[in-house]
């Protein structure tokens, strides 16, 4: 009978959630937790995953989707790269990459996610003009060059804390990367931008 109960359990927390949301109306999803399993990270790497999901909901970029996160120790999981992104599963494998970079590549696979969930098609298309994105996601194009990769980026870019340069065929001044990030999210990013 564990099954039953664990059956029963779960609605009794489903239904907690709906009178929650209920009760505090669109102010709700902000405080909820975020529906994400982790797999296979160590405690420092869970420790990073959940930073780099927290840093979402801290500079206002709600509705995160749900994730699963996937903590890898070979780069072949990744496709000999340093994550991964598609349809609400991360990919990670920055076990050899410091601190600051495997928060990066947290950041931005999670991005993919949110900018699926949350970019409307119309910004998207200025983006990408703005930016002389030809394609939003042509694989046969040099990642630098698909527009999905240098929304993630320039979104990591806005939640990180501005120590690590995105990856754009050229950097832009300060003044342009929050200016695409605000373009993007409709806020401006989470550090305070240098001077
Ligand atoms: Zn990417």
């Not at 983006?127 to 939003?136: D, E, L, P, T």
Request: a negative charge; hydrophobic letters at 45%.
């Amino acid at each position: 009978m564990a099954g039953t109960h664990a059956l029963a359990t779960r609605i009794a927390f489903i239904v907690a959630l709906a009178l929650a949301a209920a009760a505090f109306g669109v102010e709700a999803p902000a405080a909820a937790p975020r529906p994400l399993t982790i797999a296979g990270a160590n405690a420092a790497e869970e420790r990073v995953v959940d930073w780099a999901i927290r840093r979402f909901g801290d500079a206002g970029l709600r509705n995160l989707p749900p994730l699963e996160i996937y903590v890898h120790r070979s780069h072949d999981d990744c496709d000999g790269g340093l994550g991964l992104y598609f349809a609400g599963r991360v990919d990670l494998c920055t076990k050899d990459s410091s601190e600051p970079y495997q928060r990066k590549f947290a950041l931005h696979e999670a991005a993919h996610a949110w900018v699926e969930a949350n970019v409307p098609r119309e910004i998207l298309r200025t983006f990408m003009q703005r930016q002389q994105v030809v394609a939003w996601n042509d694989r046969s194009l040099p990642w630098k060059e698909r527009g999905t990769e240098q929304a993630a980026e320039i979104i990591t870019w806005g939640l990180d804390e501005g120590e690590i340069a995105p990856l754009l065929p050229e950097v832009p001044p300060t003044a342009t990367l929050a200016s695409l990030y605000e373009m993007l999210t409709g806020r401006s990013p989470h550090h305070p931008p240098a001077a």
